[in-house]
């Protein structure tokens, strides 16, 4: 069987609905399958004068505190990771990044190379940095010398109109909680399903190789 974490940060739950739609369709797509949250860095939300942003923190944070938080054992575990994490500044959250600083002792004994690594995103905007999130991930990812997976065009559900985004599915969440549609949800499940075929040919060639 193909291991596959989804490893993921979300603040009002728009990259949750994704996280949850990737882990389930890995699953159909017959994947063993962790989902795993990274660390909340902050006691306040990061918009602390906010109190609509605070309210929807708050709410997101303790509807998932009993999903696990990502280790480095589950990143061993794993063939393949998909990764989410908000679009800030077009760079990923803090959150994703502190657990990404944390795999030293991994990637210093070659322990990340040729994993699958495939990534979405969110953002308040259309072009508030989605592809650049998802490119700011990447670097990491050529440095643990992994194998990075995007979606591509390679399914028609890319070509709905709130879909799109070869490097990585997206979704425009104009700043509400949960803001994710149905067209984005098929998107990501289909990235899901293509990162388990990948990873499951890699890991059966790797094998006979
Ligand atoms: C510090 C910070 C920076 C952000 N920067 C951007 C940005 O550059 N472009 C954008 O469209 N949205 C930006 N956002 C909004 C989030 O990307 C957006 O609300 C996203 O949908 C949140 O996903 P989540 O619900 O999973 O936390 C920012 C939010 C915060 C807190």
């Given at each position: 069987m193909t291991n596959v974490a989804v490893i993921y940060y979300s603040s009002q739950g728009n990259v949750h609905k994704l996280a949850v739609a990737a882990a389930a369709a890995a699953e159909k797509a017959g994947a063993e399958v962790r989902l795993r949250r990274t660390a909340e860095l902050t006691s306040e939300s990061v918009v602390p004068g906010n109190d609509r942003w605070n309210k929807a923190w708050a709410e997101h944070l303790e509807s998932v505190k009993d999903i696990p938080e990502a280790t480095l054992e589950d990143l061993e575990w794993a063939d393949a990771v998909l990764w989410g994490t908000p679009g800030r500044y077009g760079l990923p959250a803090a959150s994703l990044k502190q657990f990404i600083d944390l795999t030293l002792p991994l990637h210093s004994r070659r322990g990340l190379v040729n994993k699958v690594m495939s990534s979405f995103t969110s953002t308040a905007t259309l072009h508030g940095g989605q592809e650049s999130t998802i490119l700011a991930l990447?670097?990491?990812?050529?440095?643990?010398?992994?194998?990075?997976?995007?979606?591509?065009?390679?399914?028609?559900?890319?070509?709905?109109?709130?879909?799109?985004?070869?490097?990585?599915?997206?979704?425009?969440?104009?700043?509400?909680?949960?803001?994710?549609?149905?067209?984005?949800?098929?998107?990501?499940?289909?990235?899901?399903?293509?990162?388990?075929?990948?990873?499951?040919?890699?890991?059966?060639?790797?094998?006979?190789?």
């Open positions: 990447n670097n990491a990812f050529y440095h643990w010398g992994a194998i990075i997976v995007p979606p591509g065009v390679a399914d028609p559900v890319q070509l709905a109109p709130t879909n799109g985004n070869p490097y990585g599915v997206s979704s425009v969440s104009r700043n509400e909680a949960g803001n994710v549609d149905e067209d984005n949800l098929a998107a990501i499940e289909y990235q899901a399903r293509r990162t388990v075929e990948i990873a499951t040919a890699l890991r059966r060639g790797l094998q006979s190789a």
